[in-house]
């Protein structure tokens, strides 16, 4: 089993549409949960991490973090073409070590 | 602020020849982490300094190894070099506090190419 598992996709909503990110992990021991978004050919930036149960929002996005069920998830509201990427997520442990999944792409049609 | 910067940005070697890439932290950020992004193994851990020492370390052969500077500037270095390490290579910067908080940022990566 992979620590940190997200759908390849490609996951196609359309222009002006929620777009819903998935990941879940293993490690119970997991503190802070990161997601970055990577442009083709471009390097990871950062979207916004949660470390408390719950929703967090910053502007279009939401986190969504769930312990219990080890489960992480990114909502992009009125999903835009230039939201077309891929979608990392990545924990953290006691270890400063990010552990990344394989990533999610995300294609907005017009 | 100036964000992290890496260099060189493209490299092509041989096989057998060896590599050094370097990379610059923000200003203020004293932890350095390395990775290794491929198609088909994604992004993996290579290893982190913090204060000029080795804290982290991921699962890469002895071949691959790194320092930190005083100014916190980082460099790893590739010996040996095999097809298989032509990949992206990726620092990322933080404040290496031990905080729930602490975020890394990555500089824009030394693609590599292992001819």
């Known amino acids: 089993q992979k620590e940190v598992e997200q759908n390849s996709g490609p996951l196609s909503v359309p222009e002006g549409a929620i777009a819903s990110l998935n990941c879940t992990y293993s490690d119970r021991g997991s503190q802070s ?65 990010l552990t990344f999944g394989t990533g999610t792409r995300l294609q907005v049609t017009l | ?50 204060s000029e020492t080795q804290r982290n370390k991921g699962n890469f052969p002895g071949r691959f190894s790194g320092r930190q500077f005083s100014n916190s500037r980082s460099e790893m270095n590739v010996s040996t070099l095999e097809l298989g390490d032509s990949a992206l290579y990726l620092c990322a910067s933080s404040s290496g506090l031990a905080s729930r908080t602490d975020t890394q940022y990555f500089g824009p990566g030394t693609r590599l190419t292992v001819l």
């Open chain 1, 33 to 97: 949960f990161f997601w970055y978004r990577q442009y083709s050919g471009k390097s990871p930036e950062l979207i916004m991490f949660i470390y408390s149960n719950g929703d967090k929002e910053d502007g279009r996005f939401t986190a969504q973090l769930n312990k219990a069920s080890q489960y992480v998830s990114l909502l992009i509201r009125d999903s835009q073409p230039s939201d077309s990427a891929t979608y990392l997520c990545a924990v953290t442990g006691t270890a400063s070590k």
């Open chain 2, 1 to 50: 602020k100036a964000g992290v910067t890496q260099t060189p940005r493209y490299l092509i070697k041989t096989r057998g020849q060896q590599v050094t890439l370097s990379c610059s932290p923000i200003s203020g950020h004293r932890s350095v982490s390395w990775y290794q992004q491929t198609p088909g193994q994604g992004l993996q851990f290579l290893f982190e300094y913090f």
